[in-house]
């Protein structure tokens, strides 16, 4: 079933589940576009190739969502307090 965003049509890839303990990545396929939850803790996240930390970084708040459309492969988190949880769907 195709979805409707921003005047495009997208078909989900997957769905990842990750607890960035340490520097995590969504990982592999053929995504382009994806819908991030936070859970439990806060998460920082960047794309442009460094690593982020538990104080440097663009900041998801626990409880939040966002769309995230670039390369899948770059985009990179890291929990700030144990207990992080994000859950990722992936649309190609």
């Known amino acids: 079933m195709a979805s409707y965003v921003a005047d495009a049509t997208i ?3 997957g769905y990842r589940q990750i607890f960035p303990t340490s520097v995590s990545g969504v990982g592999g396929g053929n995504g382009r576009v994806a819908l991030i ?6 998460v920082r ?3 442009d190739g460094g ?3 538990t104080s440097l ?11 995230y459309f670039g390369d899948l492969r770059a985009i990179r988190f890291i929990e700030e ?3 992080a949880e994000l859950n990722i769907a992936t649309y190609q």
Do not use: V
């Open 51 to 53: 690593n982020p930390t």
């Open 37 to 42: 939850q936070c859970l439990n803790q806060n």
């Open 57 to 67: 970084g663009n900041r998801l708040h626990a409880g939040e969502s966002m769309w």
């Open 11 to 13: 078909i989900p890839d």
């Open 81 to 83: 307090a144990s207990g």
């Open 45 to 47: 996240w960047r794309d």
